[in-house]
């Protein structure tokens, strides 16, 4: 059985990492407000710009190919946008996910001590219920490192078609209009 000082100590590390996946999310937040107010600088920035533009065009021409000048980064910009709160995003789950797989496997490790004490302090004839618990235990282990693996397949799977999408979508917005379709 634990004693209370382990069981203190068990709390304490509990606590510490609990503040510490708050840090975690704290600092993916942060990061993303720096990535949103960088992003508005930068829109009000070109906004201004493509308004003097605007204000400038004398001709059909010059408004098509203003246009154009325009809406063709604007997927791209777009596009980087959401790679960078996917990547910020990515990171933050990254660091909770190895930080709970962490107190995963110290959580098993000190149910299997836990266990052990028991079966040392078992009384003679429970032999078989003891093998038993820790062939439950062993399975239920190697289930769960199976469903963590699907997870990580999932993700990365996921990733790539992000990717795909993104790169399409890039790729769309830089066929320039002409005159004539804007006409």
């Known amino acids: 059985m634990m004693t209370v000082d382990q069981l203190v100590a068990l709390q304490k590390k509990n606590v510490a990492a609990l503040f510490d996946l708050a840090d975690k999310a704290f600092a993916g937040v942060e990061k993303l407000a720096e990535l949103n107010l960088q992003t508005a600088k930068t829109l009000l920035a070109e906004t201004a710009e493509h308004t003097q533009a605007a204000l400038a065009v004398k001709d059909m021409q010059d408004l098509v190919a203003l246009h154009n000048a325009v809406l063709q980064p604007l997927g791209e910009k777009v596009a980087s946008y959401h790679r960078h709160v996917y990547?910020?995003?990515?990171?933050?789950?990254?660091?909770?996910?190895?930080?709970?797989?962490?107190?995963?496997?110290?959580?098993?490790?000190?149910?299997?001590?836990?266990?052990?004490?028991?079966?040392?302090?078992?009384?003679?004839?429970?032999?078989?219920?003891?093998?038993?618990?820790?062939?439950?235990?062993?399975?239920?282990?190697?289930?769960?490192?199976?469903?963590?693996?699907?997870?990580?397949?999932?993700?990365?799977?996921?990733?790539?078609?992000?990717?795909?999408?993104?790169?399409?979508?890039?790729?769309?917005?830089?066929?320039?209009?002409s005159a004539k379709a804007a006409a």
């Open 87 to 177: 990547d910020i995003a990515s990171g933050v789950h990254a660091e909770v996910t190895k930080a709970v797989e962490l107190q995963a496997q110290e959580a098993h490790k000190q149910f299997l001590a836990t266990l052990d004490s028991l079966v040392k302090n078992a009384p003679q004839g429970t032999e078989p219920a003891v093998a038993a618990m820790k062939q439950a235990v062993s399975t239920a282990a190697a289930a769960m490192e199976s469903v963590q693996k699907a997870v990580k397949q999932a993700a990365e799977l996921a990733d790539a078609n992000l990717k795909a999408v993104a790169s399409t979508a890039v790729a769309a917005t830089k066929t320039p209009r």
